[in-house]
Protein backbone atom coordinates (compact mmCIF):
# COMPACT_ATOMS: atom_id res chain seq x y z
CA UNK A 1 0.00 0.00 0.00
CA UNK A 2 1.27 3.51 -1.07
CA UNK A 3 1.47 6.31 2.06
CA UNK A 4 -1.40 8.18 0.70
CA UNK A 5 -3.58 5.16 0.12
CA UNK A 6 -6.30 6.01 2.59
CA UNK A 7 -6.69 9.26 1.63
CA UNK A 8 -9.33 9.07 -0.51
CA UNK A 9 -11.14 6.89 1.44
CA UNK A 10 -11.35 8.84 4.70
CA UNK A 11 -12.35 11.90 2.11
CA UNK A 12 -15.17 9.53 1.33
CA UNK A 13 -16.49 8.32 4.43
CA UNK A 14 -15.68 11.00 6.83
CA UNK A 15 -15.24 13.75 4.77
CA UNK A 16 -16.20 16.46 7.94
CA UNK A 17 -13.91 14.99 10.07
CA UNK A 18 -10.81 17.21 10.54
CA UNK A 19 -7.73 16.05 10.21
CA UNK A 20 -4.84 18.35 10.57
CA UNK A 21 -4.72 21.42 13.06
CA UNK A 22 -2.31 24.03 13.64
CA UNK A 23 -2.14 27.58 15.17
CA UNK A 24 -5.91 28.29 14.15
CA UNK A 25 -5.78 26.43 10.70
CA UNK A 26 -8.05 23.39 10.49
CA UNK A 27 -8.60 21.02 7.66
CA UNK A 28 -10.58 18.35 6.79
CA UNK A 29 -10.20 14.63 5.05
CA UNK A 30 -12.04 16.25 2.09
CA UNK A 31 -10.47 19.54 1.78
CA UNK A 32 -6.79 17.41 2.27
CA UNK A 33 -7.73 15.12 -0.66
CA UNK A 34 -9.16 17.93 -2.88
CA UNK A 35 -5.89 20.11 -2.22
CA UNK A 36 -3.06 17.09 -2.50
CA UNK A 37 -4.82 16.31 -5.81
CA UNK A 38 -4.73 19.96 -6.74
CA UNK A 39 -1.12 20.40 -5.94
CA UNK A 40 -0.04 16.68 -7.31
CA UNK A 41 -1.52 17.62 -10.93
CA UNK A 42 0.57 20.84 -11.07
CA UNK A 43 3.60 19.88 -9.77
CA UNK A 44 3.22 16.35 -11.75
CA UNK A 45 3.23 19.02 -14.99
CA UNK A 46 7.01 19.52 -13.79
CA UNK A 47 8.18 16.37 -12.51
CA UNK A 48 9.65 13.13 -13.78
CA UNK A 49 8.84 10.16 -12.06
CA UNK A 50 11.37 9.71 -9.18
CA UNK A 51 12.39 12.91 -8.83
CA UNK A 52 13.37 14.46 -5.81
CA UNK A 53 11.67 16.96 -4.24
CA UNK A 54 13.05 19.29 -1.54
CA UNK A 55 10.44 21.19 1.24
CA UNK A 56 11.98 23.61 3.70
CA UNK A 57 8.44 24.97 4.98
CA UNK A 58 7.76 25.97 8.41
CA UNK A 59 4.26 24.84 8.72
CA UNK A 60 3.53 21.54 9.33
CA UNK A 61 0.38 21.68 7.44
CA UNK A 62 1.90 22.71 4.18
CA UNK A 63 4.88 20.18 5.36
CA UNK A 64 2.18 17.38 4.65
CA UNK A 65 0.34 18.69 1.86
CA UNK A 66 3.59 18.75 -0.12
CA UNK A 67 4.56 15.84 1.32
CA UNK A 68 1.75 13.90 -0.37
CA UNK A 69 1.36 15.97 -3.43
CA UNK A 70 4.71 15.52 -4.27
CA UNK A 71 4.26 11.57 -3.73
CA UNK A 72 1.53 11.53 -5.78
CA UNK A 73 2.86 13.24 -8.84
CA UNK A 74 5.57 10.56 -8.50
CA UNK A 75 8.64 12.55 -6.27
CA UNK A 76 10.43 11.56 -4.22
CA UNK A 77 10.05 14.33 -0.77
CA UNK A 78 13.14 15.23 1.45
CA UNK A 79 12.32 17.86 4.29
CA UNK A 80 14.71 19.83 5.16
CA UNK A 81 15.00 21.87 8.53
CA UNK A 82 13.46 25.18 7.98
CA UNK A 83 16.67 27.07 10.01
CA UNK A 84 19.35 24.95 8.40
CA UNK A 85 21.58 28.56 7.11
CA UNK A 86 21.48 29.23 3.23
CA UNK A 87 24.78 27.54 2.11
CA UNK A 88 24.21 24.22 4.11
CA UNK A 89 20.80 24.22 2.03
CA UNK A 90 22.82 24.61 -0.67
CA UNK A 91 24.87 21.74 -0.35
CA UNK A 92 22.04 19.76 0.63
CA UNK A 93 20.37 20.23 -2.29
CA UNK A 94 23.29 19.50 -4.13
CA UNK A 95 23.56 16.59 -2.18
CA UNK A 96 19.95 15.81 -2.82
CA UNK A 97 19.93 16.58 -6.71
CA UNK A 98 16.98 18.34 -6.14
CA UNK A 99 13.73 18.84 -9.27
CA UNK A 100 12.49 21.80 -7.13
CA UNK A 101 13.05 23.57 -4.31
CA UNK A 102 9.55 24.01 -2.25
CA UNK A 103 9.79 26.97 0.05
CA UNK A 104 7.75 30.21 1.05
CA UNK A 105 8.60 31.77 -2.37
CA UNK A 106 7.80 28.74 -4.47
CA UNK A 107 5.04 29.75 -6.68
CA UNK A 108 3.28 26.53 -8.43
CA UNK A 109 3.26 26.16 -12.08
CA UNK A 110 0.17 27.17 -14.17
CA UNK A 111 -0.05 23.89 -15.41
CA UNK A 112 -1.84 20.63 -14.26
CA UNK A 113 -0.97 17.43 -15.49
CA UNK A 114 -4.20 15.02 -16.63
CA UNK A 115 -3.13 11.67 -15.93
CA UNK A 116 -0.90 10.92 -12.72
CA UNK A 117 1.83 8.12 -12.62
CA UNK A 118 1.11 4.72 -11.58
CA UNK A 119 2.90 4.33 -7.58
CA UNK A 120 3.73 0.85 -6.65
CA UNK A 121 4.92 0.33 -2.90
CA UNK A 122 8.04 -0.54 -3.62
CA UNK A 123 8.98 3.18 -5.17
CA UNK A 124 10.54 5.36 -2.98
CA UNK A 125 8.67 8.03 -1.33
CA UNK A 126 11.24 9.80 1.02
CA UNK A 127 14.79 10.78 1.97
CA UNK A 128 14.52 11.05 5.62
CA UNK A 129 17.85 12.79 7.45
CA UNK A 130 19.34 11.09 9.92
CA UNK A 131 20.99 12.60 12.43
CA UNK A 132 22.07 10.45 15.70
CA UNK A 133 23.95 11.81 18.67
CA UNK A 134 26.73 13.09 16.80
CA UNK A 135 24.60 15.54 14.71
CA UNK A 136 25.87 14.26 11.80
CA UNK A 137 23.17 13.93 8.99
CA UNK A 138 23.03 10.65 6.90
CA UNK A 139 19.98 10.15 4.29
CA UNK A 140 17.88 7.06 3.97
CA UNK A 141 15.37 6.59 1.54
CA UNK A 142 12.43 5.09 2.21
CA UNK A 143 9.37 3.25 0.08
CA UNK A 144 6.26 2.93 0.94
CA UNK A 145 6.01 -0.55 2.15
CA UNK A 146 8.48 -0.29 4.91
CA UNK A 147 6.63 2.57 6.70
CA UNK A 148 2.94 0.84 5.77
CA UNK A 149 3.75 -2.72 6.49
CA UNK A 150 4.05 -1.28 10.09
CA UNK A 151 1.00 0.79 10.04
CA UNK A 152 -1.26 -2.09 11.46
CA UNK A 153 0.88 -3.11 14.42
CA UNK A 154 1.66 0.65 15.04
CA UNK A 155 -2.25 1.00 15.73
CA UNK A 156 -2.34 -1.91 17.78
CA UNK A 157 1.16 -1.31 19.94
CA UNK A 158 0.79 2.41 20.48
CA UNK A 159 -3.12 2.01 21.01
CA UNK A 160 -4.27 4.27 18.19
CA UNK A 161 -6.98 4.13 15.96
CA UNK A 162 -9.21 6.47 13.35
CA UNK A 163 -11.09 8.02 17.13
CA UNK A 164 -7.94 9.13 18.24
CA UNK A 165 -6.82 12.68 18.16
CA UNK A 166 -2.67 12.83 18.42
CA UNK A 167 -0.63 15.76 19.68
CA UNK A 168 2.94 16.27 18.06
CA UNK A 169 5.61 18.56 19.24
CA UNK A 170 8.70 19.41 17.08
CA UNK A 171 9.71 19.77 13.92
CA UNK A 172 8.26 16.78 10.82
CA UNK A 173 11.98 17.21 9.76
CA UNK A 174 12.18 14.49 12.38
CA UNK A 175 11.40 11.05 11.29
CA UNK A 176 9.90 10.52 14.06
CA UNK A 177 7.05 12.99 13.84
CA UNK A 178 6.20 12.48 10.56
CA UNK A 179 6.12 8.78 10.83
CA UNK A 180 3.69 9.31 13.52
CA UNK A 181 1.75 11.83 11.13
CA UNK A 182 1.64 9.82 8.91
CA UNK A 183 0.29 6.69 10.39
CA UNK A 184 -2.47 8.45 11.74
CA UNK A 185 -3.63 9.80 8.54
CA UNK A 186 -3.48 6.33 7.35
CA UNK A 187 -5.78 5.22 10.52
CA UNK A 188 -8.03 8.36 9.95
CA UNK A 189 -7.21 10.29 12.88
CA UNK A 190 -7.03 13.82 13.86
CA UNK A 191 -3.30 15.62 14.20
CA UNK A 192 -3.05 18.49 16.28
CA UNK A 193 0.60 19.91 15.83
CA UNK A 194 2.07 22.43 18.51
CA UNK A 195 1.93 26.13 17.95
CA UNK A 196 5.35 26.52 19.48
CA UNK A 197 7.94 25.04 22.61
CA UNK A 198 6.28 26.38 25.03
CA UNK A 199 5.19 23.75 27.30
CA UNK A 200 2.41 25.47 28.98
CA UNK A 201 0.78 26.11 25.72
CA UNK A 202 0.78 22.68 25.06
CA UNK A 203 -1.00 21.80 28.22
CA UNK A 204 -4.09 24.63 26.77
CA UNK A 205 -4.00 23.18 23.10
CA UNK A 206 -4.08 19.49 24.62
CA UNK A 207 -7.32 20.51 26.56
CA UNK A 208 -8.74 22.80 24.01
CA UNK A 209 -9.04 20.31 21.57
CA UNK A 210 -9.76 17.61 23.37
CA UNK A 211 -6.50 15.83 22.65
CA UNK A 212 -6.61 11.85 23.45
CA UNK A 213 -2.87 10.81 22.35
CA UNK A 214 0.28 12.57 22.84
CA UNK A 215 3.61 11.23 20.90
CA UNK A 216 7.16 12.73 22.51
CA UNK A 217 10.62 12.48 22.92
CA UNK A 218 11.46 12.10 26.70
CA UNK A 219 13.08 15.85 27.17
CA UNK A 220 9.79 16.83 26.09
CA UNK A 221 7.43 14.56 28.15
CA UNK A 222 9.73 16.14 31.37
CA UNK A 223 9.12 19.72 30.29
CA UNK A 224 4.85 18.55 29.89
CA UNK A 225 5.15 17.15 33.68
CA UNK A 226 6.59 20.44 34.97
CA UNK A 227 3.59 22.85 33.19
CA UNK A 228 0.85 20.16 34.47
CA UNK A 229 -1.12 21.80 37.38
CA UNK A 230 -3.65 18.91 37.75
CA UNK A 231 -3.73 15.19 36.29
CA UNK A 232 -5.16 15.05 32.50
CA UNK A 233 -7.64 11.99 32.35
CA UNK A 234 -8.55 12.67 28.98
CA UNK A 235 -5.13 10.95 27.54
CA UNK A 236 -5.68 7.18 26.85
CA UNK A 237 -2.61 6.92 25.13
CA UNK A 238 1.27 7.95 25.18
CA UNK A 239 4.49 7.13 23.04
CA UNK A 240 7.57 8.23 23.28
CA UNK A 241 10.41 7.69 21.31
CA UNK A 242 14.37 8.88 20.29
CA UNK A 243 15.84 7.81 23.69
CA UNK A 244 15.39 5.84 26.23
CA UNK A 245 13.31 7.27 28.96
CA UNK A 246 13.90 6.41 32.53
CA UNK A 247 11.61 4.68 34.69
CA UNK A 248 10.66 8.07 37.39
CA UNK A 249 9.56 10.03 34.65
CA UNK A 250 7.80 7.01 33.14
CA UNK A 251 5.83 6.11 36.28
CA UNK A 252 5.30 10.10 36.84
CA UNK A 253 3.80 10.08 33.20
CA UNK A 254 1.51 7.27 34.66
CA UNK A 255 0.61 9.68 37.92
CA UNK A 256 -0.25 12.59 35.74
CA UNK A 257 -2.15 10.97 32.78
CA UNK A 258 -3.88 7.77 35.11
CA UNK A 259 -5.99 6.68 32.12
CA UNK A 260 -3.65 6.46 29.79
CA UNK A 261 -1.57 3.57 28.15
CA UNK A 262 2.23 3.94 27.99
CA UNK A 263 4.45 2.94 25.54
CA UNK A 264 7.92 3.69 24.66
CA UNK A 265 9.67 2.16 21.18
CA UNK A 266 13.11 2.16 20.25
CA UNK A 267 13.75 2.11 16.12
CA UNK A 268 16.06 4.26 13.67
CA UNK A 269 15.90 5.35 10.37
CA UNK A 270 17.27 2.75 8.90
CA UNK A 271 15.37 -0.07 10.48
CA UNK A 272 12.44 1.40 11.28
CA UNK A 273 10.26 0.10 14.53
CA UNK A 274 11.95 -2.33 16.38
CA UNK A 275 11.36 -3.23 20.16
CA UNK A 276 8.47 -1.37 22.47
CA UNK A 277 7.68 -1.58 26.29
CA UNK A 278 5.06 -0.19 28.26
CA UNK A 279 4.76 0.76 31.42
CA UNK A 280 4.54 -3.20 33.22
CA UNK A 281 7.74 -3.93 30.76
CA UNK A 282 9.80 -1.03 32.85
CA UNK A 283 8.39 -2.12 36.15
CA UNK A 284 9.77 -5.78 35.53
CA UNK A 285 13.21 -4.53 33.54
CA UNK A 286 13.81 -0.45 33.67
CA UNK A 287 16.97 -0.77 31.99
CA UNK A 288 15.28 -2.36 28.92
CA UNK A 289 13.77 -1.34 25.87
CA UNK A 290 11.33 -3.84 25.65
CA UNK A 291 10.10 -6.82 23.30
CA UNK A 292 10.26 -6.82 19.73
CA UNK A 293 8.16 -5.39 17.22
CA UNK A 294 5.49 -7.73 15.59
CA UNK A 295 7.26 -9.00 12.24
CA UNK A 296 10.83 -7.67 13.96
CA UNK A 297 13.47 -10.65 14.33
CA UNK A 298 17.12 -9.46 15.97
CA UNK A 299 20.28 -11.75 15.93
CA UNK A 300 23.29 -10.30 18.38
CA UNK A 301 26.54 -10.91 16.52
CA UNK A 302 29.65 -9.58 18.46
CA UNK A 303 27.13 -7.56 20.57
CA UNK A 304 25.83 -5.64 17.67
CA UNK A 305 21.88 -5.42 17.31
CA UNK A 306 21.42 -6.72 13.53
CA UNK A 307 17.91 -6.45 12.65
CA UNK A 308 15.48 -8.09 9.90
CA UNK A 309 11.83 -6.80 9.22
CA UNK A 310 10.13 -5.45 6.75
CA UNK A 311 10.41 -2.10 8.45
CA UNK A 312 13.80 -1.41 7.06
CA UNK A 313 14.24 0.92 4.45
CA UNK A 314 15.61 -0.70 0.97
CA UNK A 315 19.24 0.00 0.80
CA UNK A 316 19.46 -1.81 4.52
CA UNK A 317 17.81 -5.11 3.58
CA UNK A 318 17.62 -7.84 4.35
CA UNK A 319 19.56 -7.29 7.90
CA UNK A 320 21.04 -3.86 9.06
CA UNK A 321 23.14 -2.59 12.35
CA UNK A 322 23.08 1.06 13.22
CA UNK A 323 25.98 0.30 15.33
CA UNK A 324 23.65 -0.33 18.77
CA UNK A 325 25.15 -3.09 20.87
CA UNK A 326 22.60 -5.01 23.11
CA UNK A 327 21.47 -8.20 24.79
CA UNK A 328 18.25 -10.31 24.84
CA UNK A 329 17.31 -11.64 28.26
CA UNK A 330 15.36 -14.86 29.05
CA UNK A 331 12.04 -13.05 28.72
CA UNK A 332 12.89 -12.06 25.23
CA UNK A 333 13.47 -8.43 26.24
CA UNK A 334 16.03 -6.21 24.49
CA UNK A 335 18.33 -4.11 26.23
CA UNK A 336 21.12 -1.30 24.55
CA UNK A 337 24.35 -1.55 26.58
CA UNK A 338 26.19 1.32 24.30
CA UNK A 339 27.65 1.85 20.41
CA UNK A 340 30.12 0.09 18.57
CA UNK A 341 33.26 1.98 19.23
CA UNK A 342 31.72 4.12 21.60
CA UNK A 343 34.07 4.02 24.51
CA UNK A 344 36.07 5.74 27.06
CA UNK A 345 39.94 4.50 27.79
CA UNK A 346 40.45 5.73 30.65
CA UNK A 347 44.69 4.46 31.61
CA UNK A 348 43.05 1.26 29.74
CA UNK A 349 39.83 0.61 31.95
CA UNK A 350 37.14 0.13 29.07
CA UNK A 351 34.27 2.10 30.31
CA UNK A 352 30.71 2.29 28.14
CA UNK A 353 29.29 5.61 28.86
CA UNK A 354 25.58 4.11 28.13
CA UNK A 355 26.24 1.87 31.42
CA UNK A 356 27.30 5.06 33.65
CA UNK A 357 24.15 7.08 31.91
CA UNK A 358 21.67 3.77 33.13
CA UNK A 359 22.82 4.43 37.01
CA UNK A 360 23.29 8.38 37.43
CA UNK A 361 19.07 8.30 35.95
CA UNK A 362 18.19 6.02 38.45
CA UNK A 363 19.83 8.90 41.04
CA UNK A 364 17.85 10.29 43.20
CA UNK A 365 17.77 14.19 42.21
CA UNK A 366 18.62 13.91 38.61
CA UNK A 367 15.95 14.62 36.13
CA UNK A 368 18.56 13.62 33.28
CA UNK A 369 22.37 12.63 32.73
CA UNK A 370 24.60 11.93 29.77
CA UNK A 371 28.13 10.56 29.59
CA UNK A 372 31.14 11.48 27.47
CA UNK A 373 34.94 11.07 27.92
CA UNK A 374 37.05 13.91 27.64
CA UNK A 375 40.81 14.57 27.93
CA UNK A 376 43.22 13.67 30.74
CA UNK A 377 47.09 14.07 31.35
CA UNK A 378 47.51 10.99 32.88
CA UNK A 379 44.75 8.53 31.95
CA UNK A 380 44.10 9.69 28.43
CA UNK A 381 40.62 9.83 29.02
CA UNK A 382 38.27 9.97 32.21
CA UNK A 383 34.47 9.94 32.61
CA UNK A 384 32.53 13.15 32.46
CA UNK A 385 28.53 13.39 33.26
CA UNK A 386 26.94 16.39 31.84
CA UNK A 387 23.24 16.44 34.30
CA UNK A 388 19.85 18.43 34.41
CA UNK A 389 18.76 18.66 38.02
CA UNK A 390 15.51 17.41 39.30
CA UNK A 391 16.70 18.25 42.85
CA UNK A 392 17.91 22.14 42.56
CA UNK A 393 20.15 21.47 46.08
CA UNK A 394 21.92 18.18 44.40
CA UNK A 395 25.34 18.38 44.98
CA UNK A 396 28.02 16.49 43.42
CA UNK A 397 28.83 14.66 46.37
CA UNK A 398 25.56 13.06 46.72
CA UNK A 399 26.30 11.80 42.89
CA UNK A 400 29.64 10.46 43.53
CA UNK A 401 27.77 8.63 46.55
CA UNK A 402 25.61 6.92 44.97
CA UNK A 403 27.78 6.21 41.96
CA UNK A 404 30.44 3.94 44.83
CA UNK A 405 27.99 2.00 45.70
CA UNK A 406 27.26 0.35 41.67
CA UNK A 407 29.81 1.65 39.75
CA UNK A 408 33.37 1.13 39.55
CA UNK A 409 36.17 3.27 40.66
CA UNK A 410 37.29 3.90 37.04
CA UNK A 411 33.83 4.00 35.52
CA UNK A 412 32.11 6.83 38.20
CA UNK A 413 32.26 10.60 36.99
CA UNK A 414 35.18 12.38 37.70
CA UNK A 415 33.50 15.26 36.69
CA UNK A 416 30.36 16.78 36.80
CA UNK A 417 28.77 19.42 34.61
CA UNK A 418 25.51 20.81 35.63
CA UNK A 419 23.39 22.45 33.14
CA UNK A 420 20.15 23.91 32.65
CA UNK A 421 18.93 21.46 30.20
CA UNK A 422 20.34 19.00 27.14
CA UNK A 423 21.00 19.84 23.86
CA UNK A 424 19.38 18.22 21.55
CA UNK A 425 19.41 17.28 18.20
CA UNK A 426 16.46 17.68 15.30
CA UNK A 427 15.55 14.24 16.47
CA UNK A 428 15.24 14.84 20.01
CA UNK A 429 18.57 12.63 21.05
CA UNK A 430 21.09 14.55 23.64
CA UNK A 431 23.89 16.61 20.85
CA UNK A 432 26.68 15.16 22.33
CA UNK A 433 28.93 17.68 20.22
CA UNK A 434 27.46 20.32 21.75
CA UNK A 435 28.40 19.57 25.18
CA UNK A 436 31.43 21.66 26.29
CA UNK A 437 33.41 21.77 29.87
CA UNK A 438 32.55 24.62 31.11
CA UNK A 439 31.50 25.18 34.63
Known amino acids: MRIDGNLKKWAQEQPERI ?8 LTYLQLENEVDAVSRRLASQLQKGDRVAIQLNDPIQQILYLLATV ?6 VLLDPSLPADKRLQTEKKIQAALLIDPTFILPEDSAEQLPAIKPSDLFLGAFSSGSTGNPK ?24 ETCLYLVGSLVYTGNLNSAIHLLHAGGTLVFGKNR ?11 HQVSAIFMVPTHYRLLLHALDEPLEQISALVSC ?15 FPAARFCEYYGA ?58 KINEDGYLFLTGREGDIINSGGIKIRPKEVEQVLNRCPGISEAVVKGIADPLRGQKVAAWIVK ?21 AAP ?23 CED
Open 19 to 26: CLIHSGQR
Open 72 to 77: RAGGIA
Open 139 to 162: LIWRDHQSWTSAFAAQSQVFHLSS
Open 198 to 208: SPRTWVQEITA
Open 242 to 256: GAKMDFQTARQLTER
Open 269 to 326: SELGHVSYASFADLEKYPDSIGKLFPGVHVSLRDGLIWVESPYLAPDFRPFATVGDLG
Open 390 to 410: ADPDLKPDEIKHFCSSQLSKQ
Open 414 to 436: QKIFFIDKLPLTTSGKPDYSKLT
